[in-house]
């Protein structure tokens, strides 16, 4: 059975932290990871990654795929109160089915 | 440019009643795709379409029905609405490329 298995499923830090963000999976016919931030509405995008190594940055952020040990991670450094929201992972199979994982809660404290 | 929109945003159902939840994109994308989000957790793939005339399960496709007749729209059905369906529902689309665009959502409490 495919599944995404995010860790840790909360964390509270304080402004000016950096965190890890880690994202596991076992899906057949894999094509893709994505990263998605939800702040009490609906997700938007952040990354997507398809290949090993290779990290994509996007100001504070940054996130890298292992494909041979099938997890990616997600980091913020020096966090803000605006990071805090929900970051859900997730991987597209072939055939254009995604499955998401449980989503980590951030929580940066002023 | 309206995205993905979805209706209502609120509803209140009875046990065993049906609904239709309404969900249409302007961007001619050819995957759609329906989820939920119960408190506290992430999203589960109810139905998802590759194109007009073609839908999927997901992972919890039980209690739901779907259909694409056009590109435009993927309505999900609900037939004898369950406790176990209140949950927040999000309708998304996609085009060749791999972002996801969100509708935003509808909030359905089944009592």
């Known amino acids: 059975e495919d599944k995404v298995v995010q860790s840790p499923l909360s964390l509270v830090v304080h402004e000016g932290d950096t965190v890890t963000l880690n994202c596991s999976y076992e899906v057949t016919n894999f094509r893709s990871l994505l990263w998605y931030k939800q702040e009490k509405k609906a997700p938007t995008f952040l990354f997507m990654l398809t290949s090993s190594g290779i990290e994509k940055k996007s100001g504070r952020l940054s996130s890298i795929l292992d494909k041979k040990e099938l997890f990616s991670i997600l980091n913020i450094t020096a966090t803000q109160t605006g990071d805090s929201a929900i970051y859900l992972c997730a991987v597209e199979r072939g055939g254009g089915k995604l499955i998401f994982g449980q989503g980590t809660e951030l929580s940066v404290k002023p | 440019n309206a995205g993905v929109t979805q209706t209502p945003k609120f509803r209140i159902l009875k046990i065993g009643q049906s609904m239709t939840l309404q969900c249409t994109q302007d961007?001619?994308?050819?995957?759609m795709y329906w989820y939920r989000q119960d408190p506290g957790m992430g999203l589960k793939l109810i139905y998802y379409s590759v194109g007009a005339g073609i839908t999927d399960k997901g992972e919890v496709p039980n209690g739901y029905n779907v259909s694409r007749s056009t590109t435009e729209d993927f309505p999900l059905r609900l037939e004898l609405a369950a406790p176990s369906q209140t949950s927040v529902y999000f309708c998304?689309?996609?085009?060749?490329?791999?972002?996801?665009?969100f509708g935003p959502g509808t909030r359905l409490t089944v009592t």
């Open positions: 961007m001619n994308h050819n995957y």
């Open positions: 998304a689309s996609r085009g060749e490329g791999y972002e996801q665009y």
